[in-house]
Nanobody, 125 residues
């Protein structure tokens, strides 16, 4: 039974930082591409970042430099470090896993990702 459980969301002021975590169980964590997506009210889900098995990363261009994706294979946990948060970063953040060879985020494309968490709310004011 595959489970992805996000945590770490909350309400912060603009300019502050937040780190999201995603605990992964039921699949060989180190053998999967893992990613973060977000969905703001009234908008489509969009890719934030992806991290492949070999450490290769993919970021949405507009978030490069502020967001950092990482994983701890020993803890089966994925992280998203978010710095200099802006009100437009307000959204529900989801982690996802994908066992295919494609490991990237681009726009609203979620196709390769098979497993999803329930999401964690991030509010920036």
């Amino acid at each position: 039974h595959v489970q992805l459980v996000e945590s770490g969301g909350g309400s912060v002021q603009a300019g502050e930082s937040l780190t999201l975590s995603c605990a992964v169980s039921g699949l060989p964590h180190s053998s999967y591409c893992l990613g973060w997506f977000r969905q703001a009210p009234g908008k489509e889900r969009e890719g934030v970042a992806a991290l492949d098995r070999d450490g290769t990363t993919s970021y949405t261009d507009s978030l490069k430099g502020r967001f950092t994706i990482s994983r701890d294979n020993a803890k089966n946990t994925l992280y998203l470090q978010m710095n200099s948060l802006k009100p437009e970063d307000t959204a529900i953040y989801y982690c996802a896993a994908n066992g295919r060879t494609i490991c990237l985020v681009t726009g609203n494309w979620t196709g390769p990702f098979d497993y999803w968490g329930q999401g964690t709310q991030v509010t920036v004011s």
